[in-house]
């Protein structure tokens, strides 16, 4: 259970390194707590759940009330490893593999990228700030025309430590 705690990568995303911004991000390792809340405009039609499994449609309920604007929260192990630049950190903040980050700005206290995913199809900015050792907040924008359709998706996130 610890080690999925620990695993940022969960939602895990490519980035585009650059050693001019690595950046130490002013923060402490440890057990954190990330609370995300979800906007999206255009969604599609939902599929029917009442035919999966109890687990799996727990899952699907869970994702649905994220999309929904519900909060969500987990708790994630950060390790010194990923304090080391924001792009490690920020590998949390989408499940999508083929997302390309370029970083725009960045110090120790926040960091500002460029999205790109799906070959360009989904694109967007993702700010994350550092406002304590102990704090953190983030902000996803993001426009999708994967399906052909434009649909905007805004997500807010605030992370605290919880302790080592």
């Keep these: 259970m610890r080690i999925a705690l620990c695993r940022l990568a969960a939602l895990a995303i490519a980035f585009v390194p650059g050693a001019a911004f690595a950046q130490a991000i002013d923060a402490k390792p440890g057990l954190w707590e990330r609370t995300t809340v979800m906007q999206h405009a255009g969604m599609p039609a939902l599929p029917d759940a009442s035919k999966l499994p109890p687990e799996a449609r727990a ?10 604007g519900k909060p969500v929260t987990r708790r994630e192990c ?10 490690e950190y920020a590998k949390g ?20 990228m460029a999205v790109s995913c799906q070959e360009g199809k989904r694109t967007g900015t993702l700010e994350w700030k550092a406002s304590t050792p102990e704090s953190m907040e983030g902000r996803f924008d993001m426009v999708d025309r994967s399906t052909g359709v434009e649909r905007k998706m805004n997500m807010t996130t605030t992370s605290r430590w919880l302790g080592p």
Excluded at 78 to 87: A, G, S, Y
Excluded at 93 to 112: I, P
């Design 59 to 68: 899952q699907f309920q869970a994702m649905i009330d994220q999309m929904q």
């Design 78 to 87: 950060v390790t010194p490893e990923t304090l080391k630049e924001w792009q």
């Design 93 to 112: 903040s989408s499940d999508d593999a083929t997302c390309q980050h370029t970083v725009l700005e960045s110090d120790a206290k926040r960091v500002r």
